[in-house]
């Protein structure tokens, strides 16, 4: 099924939510909605449709639940949908969370539950290794080039700028993260380090983004870094919207506008980056054995990192680094 687009950019630029126009105490659904982004993998999709389901269960206890399920990009080699989309679609909305839903509407399927909805909705969401024997993990002991194309295009020259953006559900090309114009191509796992030029192995990103997105060896790394620089700038893609626009999101508690960033050394930037994105604490901060961090931090640094833009440092990169050097030594112990 070809996934319909809408909206000038990104789906009204919201990438989930609930909502219902009856109220409670009425009977009637409440719909969740989730659009899958292409930055999104299996895990971060999975536990943010699992947050909302949760969260109508609590504020609306009894009510019938209807899933809606978008998905951008996660493509594969044949024009179908890649393994993620399909675990996010088939293994758990219609087989783990379809008892908790009354229907489900994805891209692939509208299923309908013949049995009572149920409200036994656990805590919380473990998510274990996938059954094929890989993992959401990258090898941080093999330090690995990890695409998300498995099967990559055999073309020697970049995609065009409009064949990325059909790819990734664009109506417009546009910067994944702000909105910005113009845009430039950014690899997701650079060229120097075996990066393919299939169209899956690129984003959209306005100068300032693609200076300080990753280049990596895993795939997966920048588009949680996208993810997570997503959320922190996506403010300002309101701010070409107009003055009653702006106050009505606002209203909704939409942040308009970008935070203050006040200026930092590089090393507060990559420690800010460490805290925000790969959740270190002061006490991870403080118990560091720093100098054997610094050695297997340089072994990353060398083995699985490259260079883009002719910079010589980026935070992202740096903070990347540090964290596989951490999860090297502890596997190491």
Partial sequence: MSKKKTGKKRRGGSRSGTGTGTGTGTGKPIAIYHDMAVY????????????????????????PRILYLDVQGHRNAAGGYDGDALELMQEFTLGYLMPFLTEARTPLLHVANPRPQRDDLPQALLIGPPEDGTSHEYDHAGLPLRPREHAPADRRSPPGVKAIAEYLGMSEACCLICWATPVERAHVVPASLGGSMDVRNFALLCREHHQEAPDVADAESFWAWVDYAELRDGGSKWLQASEEEQARLRAFGVEVGLPPRPARTFF?????????????????????????LMEEFHVVLDTATGRHFSVDKKASTYAWAYDVARRRIAGEE
């Fill in 40 to 63: 999104e993998d299996f895990e971060r999709a999975a536990q943010r449709i699992f947050l909302m389901v949760r969260s109508a269960r609590l504020r609306f206890p009894g009510t």
């Fill in 268 to 292: 507060a930037e990559v420690k800010d980056e460490l805290r925000r994105l790969y959740g270190w604490s002061d006490e991870d901060f403080a118990q560091a054995d720093w100098p054997s």
